[in-house]
């Protein structure tokens, strides 16, 4: 069985810095491609960044500068380093895992809370 565990999210105030991470199990993790999404309640989910198997990182430009994907393959883990929240930042974040070679088999994971609020 495949599962994402996420943790690190909170409530911060603007300005202040998060570090998100994400525990796969049950696949081969260094060969798939990682990132997170973010959803706000009637909005459609939306990429936040993503890091290939390779190591090839892409972020949205809403949060380009600030925040930061990385992975360590020896943990199974990906992190999103978020720094200088904003409250527009405020969603569930959401990790995924996507195959990059073979058939198409993606993964969810179950969200976490970020608020960010004064």
């Known amino acids: 069985q495949v599962q994402l565990v996420e943790s690190g999210g909170g409530l911060v105030q603007p300005g202040e810095s998060l570090r998100l991470s994400c525990a796969a199990s049950?696949?081969?993790?260094?060969?798939?491609?990682m990132g997170w999404y973010r959803q706000v309640p009637g909005n459609q989910r939306e990429l936040v960044a993503s890091?290939?198997?390779?190591?090839?990182?892409r972020h949205a430009d809403s949060v380009k500068g600030r925040f930061t994907i990385s992975r360590d393959n020896a943990k199974n883990t990906v992190y999103l380093q978020m720094n200088s929240l904003k409250p527009e930042d405020t969603a569930v974040y959401y990790c995924?895992?996507?195959?990059?070679?073979?058939?198409?088999?993606?993964?969810w994971g179950q969200g976490t809370q970020v608020t960010v609020s004064s």
């Open positions: 890091i290939t198997s390779g190591g090839i990182t």
């Open positions: 049950g696949i081969i993790f260094s060969v798939y491609r």
């Open positions: 995924k895992a996507e195959r990059q070679f073979g058939p198409t088999n993606n993964h």
